[in-house]
């Protein structure tokens, strides 16, 4: 207990708070690791020199680091402050990652890192100075309606390592230079509908199926006409307002949390808000809901919207919850003053639950709120010891929710200019009204905050969005939640987010699968409210259906053996047309060339008694126009069949041999990795079917990796993620671990459901 308690000591005094303090200690390696990491920094720069900006860097770098036998090199970095930022530690663990040699050079690495790069002001300046003159006329033209982010995404790709937050100051400065102060006009939203075609191959059906009038939503300023919408006086107006600034348009938001990889319950919420929004002529945000700085990073942000466009969609505008951080704060006095929402200083134990006591604070003075809201604003408070609670039930019981807390943690986007973050039950429903979202599409567990949601909107007399709540898609033999898939990746089961047996986005792009197919599985499983749990057979399905008609064939073999065809010349070679797509060959074709010793299937030979090539049995060769037949069986000293020799005719003057098989000449050597499902059981987290864990539940083989199968030359220089059918193997894709020197495949799915599966 001793130990415990001086651990979690150790940890919050370097900057974690005491909850991750306490959910690092559960984790026995990424403990020993930060411990490990902060003695280091200790020895380098004293024990009372670890701040808090060091302390963080520090446990970001353990919690990311696949080789641990740089730690103390990287701590050392980040105690010497050559790692000063989150942009110099990712650069960092990249050039580890790629550099496993010792020892690191460490010139390689100063320059790859921006160690000792110093960024001046007057750079700053004439950076920005130099994007504003490439856009002056558009920016004249727009003013305040020019996308800005555009001018400080350039000026951060000329000044790679200097700090964000003040190319942002610089560029508020100089716009404003050039504009003036913000006219009526700048204040008012755009209203232009998106032309982009967004829409996926297939998505035909999925666009029907989204027509506002199939699925009875209210029309643009016809909020008050659907169930549960609260009417106040100034509604109407409100409105009224609201179709003024957006012509009548459908609005909707994708709003992910970026802590975490989307999976493929997000795919169905993409289609469903970018879909509706595309079928009735409207306009979808993606807004990063981004109000807990402790779990956020620039990975998952990137992969969202990666993710987003993956699918085929186009954003009409990237937004963060996070562009509202003094509105929210403002409202959240407003809140105060009309007396809805007071400072409570119950613990967070104490609040967890549905039956958690009564505050003491309810009944506080609203003007006492007001100066406590303003202290917790200014740092004087500890985490913990203070909180925004607003007075209103929840639907599912829960007593007056937090709308605000304290978090000592620099922001991904805001740094250090706040130390209290909004909750999601603050947050979401007033960025939906700064939006002004038309149709707050959401899955339905969020039912149970729909009263909340219109109350708060109410509570501060602002434009109300109406909430619908949609179905779940959930898959069997999978997990999603984003602490069980990291689990599943720090005790090594998966090597991370994108490994092809997760059910993530990025896995189901790096195992293979197209957009396409995921969009037509989630027009297949419909845009129902009801729940849906779904086999993954039914997703494959529709992989196959896409990948039929665009994957090019080529022939592959897996366990190889050799065949001499010892009546051909030992320098025969004949040029062999393959099409790539047998069904349609005005699709094209490539060539392989046949010599006198190729490679087949183990499984496609047996010494008697088989439907393929046996002793007595020839059999064709796919695409060749040869039959060939055993001679001699070749085998080693454990009996096992290493060679044949076979002597070949043609087809034309060969009796129709009763089976074809694929084969193999001068191929490529490369890496084949075949996946099964991750888990045993249909639902790993159910206590009932796994009493021991989703952990205990790993299928031992999910994983098989063929390190020198042959495939034919065509797929050489192929790009990552083109995708192939091996013929009579199966559907793969380009993996991006490929190099120049050997290629690596992942099997997508086999060509046909297979009934023996687990």
Same mark, same amino acid.
Request: hydrophobic share 35%; net charge neutral.
């Given at each position: 207990?001793?130990?415990?308690?001086?651990?979690?000591?150790?940890?919050?005094?370097?900057?974690?708070?005491?909850?991750?303090?306490?959910?690092?200690?559960?984790?026995?390696?990424?403990?020993?690791?930060?411990?490990?990491?902060?003695?280091?920094?200790?020895?380098?720069?004293?024990?009372?020199?670890?701040?808090?900006?060091?302390?963080?860097?520090?446990?970001?770098?353990?919690?990311?680091?696949?080789?641990?036998?740089?730690?103390?090199?990287?701590?050392?970095?980040?105690?010497?402050?050559?790692?000063?930022?989150?942009?110099?530690?990712?650069?960092?663990?990249?050039?580890?990652?790629?550099?496993?040699?010792?020892?690191?050079?460490?010139?390689?690495?100063?320059?790859?890192?921006?160690?000792?790069?110093?960024?001046?002001?007057?750079?700053?300046?004439?950076?920005?100075?130099?994007?504003?003159?490439?856009?002056?006329?558009?920016?004249?033209?727009?003013?305040?309606?020019?996308?800005?982010?555009?001018?400080?995404?350039?000026?951060?790709?000329?000044?790679?390592?200097?700090?964000?937050?003040?190319?942002?100051?610089?560029?508020?400065?100089?716009?404003?230079?050039?504009?003036?102060?913000?006219?009526?006009?700048?204040?008012?939203?755009?209203?232009?509908?998106?032309?982009?075609?967004?829409?996926?191959?297939? %998505?035909?059906?999925?666009?029907?199926?989204? &027509? +506002? @009038?199939? =699925? *009875?939503? /209210?029309?643009?300023?016809?909020?008050?006409?659907?169930?549960?919408?609260?009417?106040?006086?100034?509604?109407?107006?409100?409105?009224?307002?609201?179709?003024?600034?957006?012509?009548?348009?459908?609005?909707?938001?994708?709003?992910?949390?970026?802590?975490?990889?989307?999976?493929?319950?997000?795919?169905?919420?993409?289609?469903?808000?970018?879909?509706?929004?595309?079928?009735?002529?409207?306009?979808?945000?993606?807004?990063?809901?981004?109000?807990?700085?402790?779990?956020?990073?620039?990975?998952?942000?990137?992969?969202?919207?990666?993710?987003?466009?993956?699918?085929?969609?186009?954003?009409?505008?990237?937004?963060?919850?996070?562009?509202?951080?003094?509105?929210?704060?403002?409202?959240?006095?407003?809140?105060?003053?009309? %007396?809805?929402?007071?400072?409570?200083?119950? &613990? +967070? @134990?104490? =609040? *967890?639950? /549905?039956?958690?006591?009564?505050?003491?604070?309810?009944?506080?003075?609203?003007?006492?709120?007001?100066?406590?809201?303003?202290?917790?604003?200014?740092?004087?408070?500890?985490?913990?010891?203070?909180?925004?609670?607003?007075?209103?039930?929840?639907?599912?019981?829960?007593?007056?929710?937090?709308?605000?807390?304290?978090?000592?943690?620099?922001?991904?986007?805001?740094?250090?200019?706040?130390?209290?973050?909004?909750?999601?039950?603050?947050?979401?429903?007033?960025?939906?009204?700064?939006?002004?979202?038309?149709?707050?599409?959401?899955?339905?567990?969020?039912?149970?905050?729909?009263?909340?949601?219109?109350?708060?909107?109410?509570?501060?007399?602002?434009?109300?969005?109406?909430?619908?709540?949609?179905?779940?898609?959930?898959?069997?033999?999978?997990?999603?939640?984003?602490?069980?898939?990291?689990?599943?990746?720090?005790?090594?089961?998966?090597?991370?987010?994108?490994?092809?047996?997760?059910?993530?986005?990025?896995?189901?792009?790096?195992?293979?699968?197209?957009?396409?197919?995921?969009?037509?599985?989630?027009?297949?499983?419909?845009?129902?409210?009801?729940?849906?749990?779904?086999?993954?057979?039914?997703?494959?399905?529709?992989?196959?259906?896409?990948?039929?008609?665009?994957?090019?064939?080529?022939?592959?073999?897996?366990?190889?053996?050799?065949?001499?065809?010892?009546?051909?010349?030992?320098?025969?070679?004949?040029?062999?047309?393959?099409?790539?797509?047998?069904?349609?060959?005005?699709?094209?074709?490539?060539?392989?060339?046949?010599?006198?010793?190729?490679?087949?299937?183990?499984?496609?030979?047996?010494?008697?008694?088989?439907?393929?090539?046996?002793?007595?049995?020839?059999?064709?060769?796919?695409?060749?126009?040869?039959?060939?037949?055993?001679?001699?069986?070749?085998?080693?000293?454990?009996?096992?069949?290493?060679?044949?020799?076979?002597?070949?005719?043609?087809?034309?003057?060969?009796?129709?041999?009763?089976?074809?098989?694929?084969?193999?000449?001068?191929?490529?050597?490369?890496?084949?990795?075949?996946?099964?499902?991750?888990?045993?059981?249909?639902?790993?987290?159910?206590?009932?079917?796994?009493?021991?864990?989703?952990?205990?539940?790993?299928?031992?083989?999910?994983?098989?990796?063929?390190?020198?199968?042959?495939?034919?030359?065509?797929?050489?220089?192929?790009?990552?993620?083109?995708?192939?059918?091996?013929?009579?193997?199966?559907?793969?894709?380009?993996?991006?671990?490929?190099?120049?020197?050997?290629?690596?495949?992942?099997?997508?799915?086999?060509?046909?459901?297979?009934?023996?599966?687990?």
């Amino acid at each position: 207990l001793r130990a415990y308690t001086d651990t979690l000591k150790l940890f919050t005094s370097v900057g974690l708070s005491e909850q991750k303090a306490k959910e690092t200690l559960r984790n026995d390696a990424l403990s020993s690791s930060f411990k490990e990491a902060i003695t280091q920094a200790q020895r380098v720069h004293g024990a009372s020199g670890v701040d808090k900006a060091m302390g963080v860097l520090l446990y970001s770098m353990t919690s990311r680091l696949r080789d641990p036998k740089r730690l103390v090199f990287l701590s050392d970095c980040i105690a010497q402050r050559k790692l000063c930022t989150e942009l110099q530690l990712a650069a960092a663990l990249d050039f580890v990652k790629s550099h496993p040699q010792d020892p690191i050079n460490q010139k390689e690495f100063d320059e790859a890192c921006g160690v000792g790069v110093v960024i001046t002001p007057e750079q700053i300046e004439d950076a920005v100075e130099a994007v504003m003159k490439k856009h002056k006329e558009q920016l004249l033209k727009e003013r305040y309606h020019f996308n800005m982010g555009l001018l400080m995404a350039e000026a951060r790709s000329a000044l790679k390592w200097a700090d964000g937050k003040v190319i942002k100051n610089e560029v508020d400065l100089q716009v404003l230079h050039l504009l003036g102060p913000k006219t009526e006009a700048d204040l008012e939203k755009k209203a232009k509908v998106s032309q982009r075609d967004v829409n996926s191959v297939e %998505g035909k059906s999925l666009m029907e199926q989204l &027509k +506002g @009038e199939a =699925l *009875k939503f /209210h029309k643009p300023g016809e909020n008050f006409t659907s169930e549960g919408y609260v009417v106040t006086q100034n509604t109407m107006k409100l409105l009224a307002k609201h179709l003024e600034i957006t012509g009548g348009q459908i609005r909707t938001r994708f709003p992910p949390e970026p802590n975490g990889i989307l999976h493929i319950g997000h795919a169905k919420a993409i289609n469903f808000n970018f879909g509706y929004a595309k079928a009735n002529n409207g306009i979808c945000f993606l807004r990063y809901d981004d109000t807990n700085p402790e779990k956020e990073e620039e990975k998952y942000f990137t992969a969202i919207k990666d993710m987003v466009e993956w699918l085929g969609y186009k954003p009409y505008a990237i937004t963060h919850a996070s562009d509202n951080f003094q509105q929210l704060y403002d409202l959240a006095v407003e809140l105060i003053r009309r %007396g809805h929402a007071y400072i409570c200083h119950q &613990k +967070g @134990e104490e =609040l *967890k639950g /549905h039956n958690a006591p009564p505050s003491p604070w309810r009944d506080r003075a609203t003007e006492e709120s007001l100066v406590l809201f303003e202290r917790m604003k200014k740092g004087l408070f500890a985490e913990g010891e203070a909180t925004l609670r607003m007075k209103m039930v929840m639907e599912d019981g829960k007593m007056d929710p937090v709308a605000y807390r304290i978090k000592y943690t620099p922001h991904h986007r805001t740094g250090d200019e706040w130390c209290i973050y909004p909750t999601y039950d603050f947050t979401h429903c007033l960025c939906d009204s700064i939006e002004n979202i038309t149709h707050s599409l959401c899955t339905k567990e969020f039912q149970a905050r729909r009263s909340s949601y219109y109350w708060l909107c109410n509570a501060v007399d602002v434009y109300c969005p109406v909430q619908w709540e949609y179905g779940r898609l959930n898959l069997t033999y999978t997990v999603v939640s984003k602490r069980k898939i990291i689990k599943l990746v720090e005790t090594g089961v998966v090597r991370d987010w994108d490994d092809p047996r997760l059910f993530t986005l990025t896995a189901l792009r790096r195992r293979g699968f197209p957009p396409e197919a995921i969009n037509n599985f989630c027009a297949r499983v419909g845009v129902t409210v009801s729940q849906t749990t779904t086999e993954p057979h039914l997703l494959e399905s529709c992989v196959r259906d896409v990948l039929n008609d665009t994957a090019p064939r080529a022939m592959a073999v897996l366990e190889p053996l050799k065949v001499t065809i010892t009546n051909l010349p030992d320098n025969f070679k004949s040029d062999i047309r393959v099409p790539n797509f047998p069904a349609s060959e005005s699709k094209g074709s490539h060539t392989v060339q046949l010599t006198r010793s190729i490679f087949i299937e183990q499984s496609d030979f047996r010494e008697k008694g088989y439907k393929r090539l046996t002793a007595e049995q020839p059999v064709g060769l796919r695409h060749a126009g040869y039959v060939i037949s055993v001679q001699k069986v070749i085998k080693d000293s454990q009996g096992k069949v290493v060679e044949l020799e076979v002597t070949c005719t043609t087809s034309d003057t060969a009796e129709r041999p009763k089976a074809f098989i694929h084969w193999v000449s001068e191929p490529l050597v490369c890496e084949v990795r075949l996946y099964e499902r991750l888990f045993l059981h249909k639902n790993p987290e159910d206590p009932s079917e796994v009493p021991k864990g989703f952990l205990s539940d790993i299928n031992p083989n999910s994983l098989q990796v063929i390190s020198s199968a042959l495939v034919d030359t065509s797929v050489r220089g192929a790009k990552v993620f083109d995708k192939f059918q091996f013929e009579r193997v199966g559907y793969f894709s380009l993996d991006p671990d490929s190099t120049a020197d050997k290629l690596v495949f992942n099997r997508t799915v086999t060509l046909k459901e297979d009934p023996g599966k687990i």
